[in-house]
């Protein structure tokens, strides 16, 4: 595969250099660059990556993505695997403005490579330790998480890991992302045990409680 030649630049503030060739790999039409790492799990990486179908000199925000690349070979239990695709399948229909987009999924022998929009303001968690929002900013942040869930919620979906770490900023908007505790509930009983669940310490002290207020 030819080298990229991309420097340029777009609205959002990216520059896209051109990445050196033997650290480059290609899934279908999408390139990236295997030490330009945006995050790290216990079974995946997250890398940067570019269209090359729709993407040129000039490129766009669409133009660049994200390829969350899991290692099959890491999950060894059946457990762990129907997470992953259930993660998958709630991922592929789930359209709305404040959740992560899943545009495509691939599966080889050896990975799955989830493609998702890119996040140019990364996670919530990152975004504070910068420094404290002001009451605007935070306003805003609440106003479309809530969004998120209740879409989530109108389509009898439980996040279960809902924490600023899993919550993404693009171009100032917030989305809901990482799914891989997520569960559909039309035919779970335990409704109320399922949203109870996931990181406790980030949840309300009457929450977790059940304290009235």
């Known amino acids: 595969m030819e080298p990229y030649s991309y420097s340029a630049s777009y609205n959002n503030g990216y520059t896209v250099a051109a990445p050196p060739q033997a650290h480059n790999k290609k899934i279908q039409n999408y390139v990236f660059n295997m030490n330009e790492v ?55 229909t789930l359209h709305h403005p404040n959740v992560l987009n899943c545009m495509e999924v691939f599966t080889s022998a ?64 917030a989305k809901i992302a990482d799914f891989g505790f997520a569960r559909k509930t039309m035919y779970d009983l335990n409704f109320m045990k399922l949203a109870m669940e996931g990181y406790q310490h980030r949840q309300s002290d009457l929450y977790v409680t059940r304290r009235p207020h």
Do not use: W
């Not at 900013?137 to 609440?142: G, H, V, Y």
């Open 110 to 173: 050896n990975n799955c490579y989830i493609i998702t929009e890119l996040c140019d303001g990364g996670d919530v968690e990152t975004r504070i330790r910068k420094g404290p929002m002001d009451e605007r900013e935070a306003r805003k942040l609440i106003l479309e998480v809530y969004q998120g869930l209740k879409y989530l919620a109108e389509q009898n979906i439980v996040h279960r890991d809902i924490k600023i770490a899993n919550i993404f900023l693009k171009n100032g908007v």
């Open 38 to 92: 945006l995050g790290k799990g216990n079974f995946s990486k997250v890398y940067r990556a570019i269209n090359e179908v729709t993407s040129n000199a000039l490129l766009t925000v669409d133009d660049i993505v994200a390829i969350k690349v899991v290692e099959l070979s890491s999950i060894k239990t059946p457990a762990l695997v129907q997470l992953l695709y259930s993660e998958i399948d709630i991922l592929k």
